[in-house]
């Protein structure tokens, strides 16, 4: 709101940021926590739909908010693959993304493949389970040692 960003926006634009690498797990994690409060979900899922709809020369915060969306599908709040199941046509037009940067690399190819990759799990309610019990899993082990 008007009072600047919240605690879980700035996590958000953190973890979709230009820099050339991507999200920590940790930061993931810290995020996926959030998702199981209601007013941090709704601030969290905004900020995601936001970087989704970048184009150009910001295809990472499209990359990085799809890379973002699929591990807080697996380990967030079932909302959160709800809501993205919902709007799974924001998804689907990412196959189709085009960006060729300066050196006339094909850029948009990392946002194409994943949407590819996301659209599945969505549509694969069995696989997501599936996933989500592993993920959960692996999470809980890793907050233990």
């Known amino acids: 709101g008007a009072m600047g960003s919240s605690e879980a926006e700035i996590k958000v634009r953190e973890a979709t940021s230009n820099d050339p690498w991507g999200p920590s797990s940790s930061l993931m994690s810290e995020i996926a926590d959030l998702t199981y409060n209601v007013v941090a979900f709704s601030e969290i899922m905004s900020m995601v739909w936001k970087r989704l709809n970048d184009h150009g020369k910001n295809w990472r915060h499209v990359y990085k908010a799809m890379t973002l ?3 807080l599908i697996k380990t967030g709040s079932e909302r959160v693959a709800q809501q993205c199941r919902e709007n799974i046509y924001a998804v689907q037009t990412l196959k189709d993304f085009q960006y060729i ?7 948009g190819v990392n946002v194409r493949e994943k949407a ?3 659209v599945t799990l969505l549509k694969d309610e069995e696989r997501l389970r ?3 019990i592993h993920a959960l899993k692996t999470k809980e082990k890793m907050a233990q040692t």
């Open 69 to 71: 969306m699929e591990y």
């Open 101 to 107: 940067d300066r050196d006339g690399k094909d850029q």
């Open 116 to 118: 590819k990759q996301l």
């Open 130 to 132: 599936e996933e989500r």
